[in-house]
Nanobody
Framework: QVQLVESGGGLVQFGGSLRLSCAAS??????????WGWYRQAPGNRRELVAT???????TYATSVRGRFTISRDNAKNTVYLQMNSLKPEDTAVYYC??????????WGQGTQVTVSS
């Protein structure tokens, strides 16, 4: 069974930065072949996809974060990252990673809380 462990969240002021990490582990797991994404869920809202990175390292972003967030991956460590700059209060949410694209979603991890104060 694959496990996803997110980390790096915290409390940051408006305009600040954070770097999130998500480590994947488990057996019978072809990390390299998968597309990966970062998702977030704010209180009262549905979970939304904010960034994806393909196995070829092509990245896409939601309009709300484009130009401020950068997704990357380290296949040797089975880890995907999200560099978040120029943070805004509306970025406050629990952030999760998971597969993206046509690959079925894995069991969700516990997520990491990001809180941006104004």
């Amino acid at each position: 069974q694959v496990q996803l462990v997110e980390s790096g969240g915290g409390l940051v002021q408006f305009g600040g930065s954070l770097r999130l990490s998500c480590a994947a582990s488990g057996s019978i797991f072809n990390y390299v072949a998968m597309d990966w994404g970062w998702y977030r869920q704010a209180p009262g809202n549905r979970r939304e996809l904010v960034a994806t990175i393909t196995r070829g390292r092509s990245a896409t972003y939601a309009t709300s974060v484009r130009g401020r967030f950068t997704i990357s991956r380290d296949n040797a460590k089975n880890t995907v990252y999200l560099q978040m700059n120029s943070l805004k209060p509306e970025d406050t949410a629990v952030y999760y990673c998971n597969t993206a694209g046509s690959t079925g979603r894995l069991n969700w991890g516990q997520g990491t809380q990001v809180t941006v104060s104004s």
